[in-house]
């Protein structure tokens, strides 16, 4: 293959001829430059230099080999010269290398805010704002975690709880605690071994892994890392293209992932106006037309353009006959759906609004986890029929909650990723421990030795329906929280 030096590629930096570098790789992209799901800007930016560090964390390594025709490849960079090439601290890095140089001990961190303000400071602006971010006002993202303060417990005493059992099973599989790592998009935004530092964590602590769609790793990658008696599940966001989905689902079925998330709540996405703000954040260089490009999607829309917003209650059927994969619906949020899904003959639903970063408005799953369950008992249908949740999990408390309420398990995501974004493995290995302990206590304290000891009627929802009761102030999450400012309007005022 012809190596190119890097003052051949700098030479292409113009939007009729453009050039980049990827993992040691030199593309000519003027052609695919219009056709880019992501839009110009990014690729505009490092025309005639090395865009590995912008490329990695959102596509999966085998993307290009895929979508792009070799012709594209115009050979080698000379990796000598490359090293050569004096590289300039931003200003931006040095803050985030300094930040990341005064970061606590990791034995100093107490609970899920603390990971949140930590990575709030290390991570980049443009993975901190597709992280954190959630849809609209951003009132249902704070709603799923609030909801748990109008839930009380109601203590039992006088119980023989020297030793607490928290195992449980989930689809068959035996967990050492009723929680799974849920999906979440481009790991590698926060670490650069993206999702499989998630893989590595649940595999040390006997957690379940959902792998998602639209992982920074390849679902090879993530697969090839589990362990060997490690359980894996997917989330699947269904293509347009049925036979893209079909293909991937089969693929799936033969690694052995245990269990098929199908994503129902994003025909089409939210408007993450924290993500969608980082549009501004960097401009194409001057001498670029750049007039016509794309600045209102933020890197969600950007990789998602592929889901089918035709999905509906009549593919159930179909994916029944394309896999053996216990079929769970992902995204219910009415007792009518999780009815619906049983009917179909689904395995299981996960109560879920996205994590808030869809439909602002949208019940919290746990306000909505006692008459889904209700609902099911009543149609004769909570029998080998499993509920999730996901959304607003930061405590052990939060997750005896839910499972008084019916909940088979729950998942959590945004807290991983900071984890993960700030203390990587040992990060994540360290939140698990940390929500281990406290639901350890927690069910010590109520008097719960196991899980099948955790019953309805250990908890006080009367208020839980009651969205303008005074909750008690959770400063911990309001000092991690972080407003939305509409970016350049509050100095115009």
Request: aromatic share 8%; glycine share 6%.
């Amino acid at each position: 293959m012809k190596v190119v030096s890097p003052q051949e590629v700098a030479k292409h930096n113009t939007k009729d001829d453009i050039w980049v570098i990827i993992h040691g790789k030199v593309y000519d992209l003027t052609q695919f430059l219009p056709e880019h799901p992501g839009g110009q800007k990014i690729i505009l930016k490092y025309a005639g230099q090395d865009a590995t560090s912008a490329f990695e964390p959102i596509h999966p390594p085998d993307i290009i080999d895929r979508f792009l025709s070799p012709e594209v490849c115009m050979g080698e960079i000379d990796a000598a010269a490359l090293g050569a090439v004096e590289k300039v601290e931003s200003e931006e890095d040095k803050k985030i290398r300094l930040a990341r140089e005064n970061m606590p001990r990791l034995d100093e961190m107490y609970n899920t805010f603390d990971f949140e303000s930590v990575a709030k400071t290390v991570l980049k602006p443009d993975a901190w704002a597709y992280y954190s971010s959630g849809s609209d006002d951003e009132i249902t993202m704070r709603e799923n975690h609030n909801a748990f303060h109008r839930i009380w417990l109601r203590p039992r005493v006088m119980v023989d709880v020297a030793k607490i059992d928290m195992s449980t099973s989930m689809l068959g599989t035996k967990v050492n605690m009723p929680l799974y790592i849920t999906a979440t998009a481009l790991g590698k935004l926060g670490h650069p071994d993206g999702e499989k530092v998630l893989t590595r964590a649940a595999n040390k602590r006997n957690v379940i892994q959902m792998i998602p769609t639209l992982a920074s790793c390849s679902f090879d990658e993530i697969v090839d890392t589990k362990g060997a008696d490690q359980t894996q599940w997917l989330q699947l966001y269904v293509n347009s293209d049925r036979a893209v989905t079909k293909k991937f689902v089969e693929h799936a079925e033969k690694r052995g992932i245990k269990g098929l998330f199908i994503t129902a709540d994003a025909p089409q996405l939210g408007r993450r106006e924290k993500d969608m703000r980082q549009k501004y954040t960097n401009e194409a260089p001057e001498e670029m037309d750049d007039s016509k490009m794309t600045r209102d999607a933020g890197a969600a829309r950007a990789i998602s353009s592929f889901i089918d917003p035709a999905l509906n209650w009549k593919d159930v059927a179909w994916f029944k006959q394309i896999t053996k994969m216990p079929i769970i619906i992902k995204g219910i949020q009415t007792p009518e759906d999780a009815v619906l899904a049983a009917k179909h003959g689904c395995q299981g639903v996960v109560l879920s609004n996205h994590g808030g970063r869809q439909l602002d408005f949208a019940p919290s799953a746990i306000e909505i986890l006692p008459e889904v369950m209700d609902a099911l008992r009543a149609e004769g249908l909570d029998k080998n029929f499993e509920v999730y949740i996901d959304g607003g999990i930061r405590r052990g408390s939060d997750i005896f909650k839910a499972l008084a309420l019916g909940a088979k398990g729950v998942g959590i995501g945004r807290p991983f990723l900071f984890a993960m974004s700030s203390y990587g493995d040992a990060g994540v290995e360290r939140l698990l421990e940390l929500y281990q302990n406290e639901l350890e206590m927690c069910m010590r304290l109520m008097g719960a030795p196991t899980i099948n000891d955790i019953t309805r009627d250990m908890v006080d929802i009367r208020n839980l329906k009651d969205h303008f009761v005074a909750n008690p102030t959770d400063y911990l999450a309001s000092g991690a929280y972080e407003r939305m400012q509409p970016r350049g309007l509050l100095s115009k005022l």
